[in-house]
């Protein structure tokens, strides 16, 4: 399955593009998808911690805007949004 992971505020810098394009095998719950971010991160950006960090505490929302919590499934091809934190906090 494809996610396309659209990237908003200081997670813009993660590429050059305004996403990015996940396939995974199975359905994945956010909290495993924030591993496979953190993993491309560490393998297109090795040792930039602070992009890491913005991924721990970013938030996610579904392709109808709402915010979703770590347990949500994500199971069909679809479009998730991560939202970092503003202001640091």
Do not use: T, W
């Not at 991924?55 to 996610?60: C, G, N, Q, T």
Request: aromatic share 10%; charged share 35%; hydrophobic share 35%.
């Amino acid at each position: 399955m494809k996610i396309k992971l659209e990237l908003f505020g200081a997670c813009r810098d993660f590429s050059d593009r305004d996403h990015l394009e996940f396939n995974i095998k199975d359905q994945i719950e956010i909290k495993d998808f924030r591993i496979e971010i953190i993993n491309y991160l560490e393998k297109n950006f090795k040792g930039n911690e602070s992009f890491k960090k913005i991924v721990k505490s970013s938030a996610f929302c579904s392709e109808d805007n709402n915010i979703i919590n770590d347990s949500y499934k994500i199971s069909r091809d679809q479009k998730i949004g991560i939202i970092p934190p503003i202001g640091g906090g």
